[in-house]
């Protein structure tokens, strides 16, 4: 497994920025801040079809772990579907 990390943020300012990431990407992370209530995200996961949502916080360092152990499910079980152009949302 290959980890590349970029943080494309969410400012408009990134707009044109952002899509120089996604070529030969398997998974994607979507993050957000604090305000978005737990409900909200699952929500949104289910919306966009997700791989899975996990909370975590990066001040604490609850949940990491399990955010990129997820990531990696997820990356390897694209590439058993082996869908060419597909990235998996998480």
Not at 10 to 20: A, C, F, H, S
Not at 41 to 60: F, P, V
């Amino acid at each position: 497994v290959e980890l590349a990390l970029w943080d494309t943020a969410g400012q408009e300012d990134y707009d044109r920025l952002r899509p120089l990431s996604y070529p030969d990407t398997d998974v994607i992370l979507m993050c957000f801040s604090e305000p978005v209530k737990s409900e909200e995200g699952r929500d949104m996961a289910n919306r966009i079809s997700a791989y899975g949502y996990q909370e975590c916080s990066a001040k604490t360092k609850d949940g990491v772990r399990e955010v990129f152990e997820m990531a990696t499910r997820a990356a390897l079980q694209a590439k058993k579907r082996a869908k060419k152009n597909a990235c998996t949302l998480l």
